[in-house]
């Protein structure tokens, strides 16, 4: 019998991807596959750093999406969810599909299915959220600026949501907790981090039926993006952080079953 391995990858999905891809690849036994980040080598396993790349990470996407759309949705919708563990209960999800006759069979009763599904259906409810109360300002530059601390990393799939509603006008999204945005500047989208020392919160926070909760300054909020420049804080080197723009067409497609 092979020894353990755990798989260390740098945190993103195109890293979690090519981890999936040398796991199958190599038929290793996966002990678990943990973020360089955060890892903590096992007492019984030997571990192995996964380079990112981008076409493996791409042969494991088309194989999941080619096997079930549904699944495909489920995996990265999951993922975005950041639970710990998460990386080792997708990698055993996508052996248990790849092993189904059909993605459709894929048995709910099944701890691990039923719980990445469930994973799923709460950061598609978070991502129509954020797209039903995401509040913007006006900064100086004529940029609509809203900054947002959502419970799931969702903004690559909001993406399309506000490109489609807003094309008429520049707008960044900037989740504050993962220090990240996504900013359309009239002809794409793009994911960017911002220098700024200090935000101001004009966030949503869940209460019954996800209303808004509105803030006593929001004079002071106004009064400070008028005279903040973003353009200038702008820093769009962020890519190989997430998942690649030309995959995000299928993930905005996702219908989350009720």
């Known amino acids: ?20 891809f040398v796991a199958f690849d190599e038929k290793l036994n996966v ?8 890892c903590q080598n096992g007492l019984f396993s030997e571990t192995e750093t996964i380079f990112t790349n981008v076409e493996k990470a791409k042969r494991v996407w088309n194989g999941v999406r080619n096997k ?4 495909i ?3 990265y919708f999951a993922f ?21 006759k059909s993605g459709k069979q894929l048995d709910y009763s099944d701890g691990i299915v039923l719980h990445i599904s469930q994973l799923a259906r709460k950061v598609g409810r978070e991502k129509h959220r954020m797209e039903a109360f995401v509040r913007f300002q006006l900064t100086k530059d004529d940029i609509y600026f809203a900054n947002i601390e959502p419970d799931f990393d969702v903004l690559p799939l909001i993406s399309k949501h506000f490109r489609d509603r ?9 989740d504050v907790k993962r220090k990240y945005g996504i900013f359309y ?9 911002l220098n700024l020392k200090d935000i101001h919160y004009n966030k949503t926070v869940k209460g019954d039926a996800f209303k808004t909760e509105e803030y006593d300054y929001q004079t002071l909020w106004n009064d400070y993006f008028k005279s903040t420049s973003i353009k200038s804080r702008i820093n769009p080197k962020l890519h ?6 030309r995959y995000w067409k299928y993930l905005s497609e996702k219908k989350e079953a009720v």
Do not use: C, R
């Not at 079930?68 to 699944?71: D, E, I, T, V, Y």
């Not at 999800?93 to 189904?100: D, E, R, S, V």
């Open 1 to 20: 019998m092979k020894p353990s391995t755990t798989l260390i990858y740098d945190g993103s999905f195109n890293g979690f991807l090519t981890a999936v």
């Open 31 to 38: 002990a678990d596959i943990q973020k360089n980040s955060e």
């Open 68 to 71: 079930s759309h549904n699944a």
């Open 73 to 75: 949705a489920n995996v």
């Open 80 to 100: 975005l969810s950041e639970t710990e563990g998460v990386e080792l209960m997708l990698y055993t999800y996508i052996q248990k599909l790849m092993a189904a």
């Open 166 to 174: 807003y094309a008429d006008q520049q707008w960044l999204i900037y």
């Open 185 to 193: 500047n009239l002809d794409h989208v793009e994911m960017v981090s």
């Open 240 to 245: 190989t952080q997430h998942v690649p723009k």
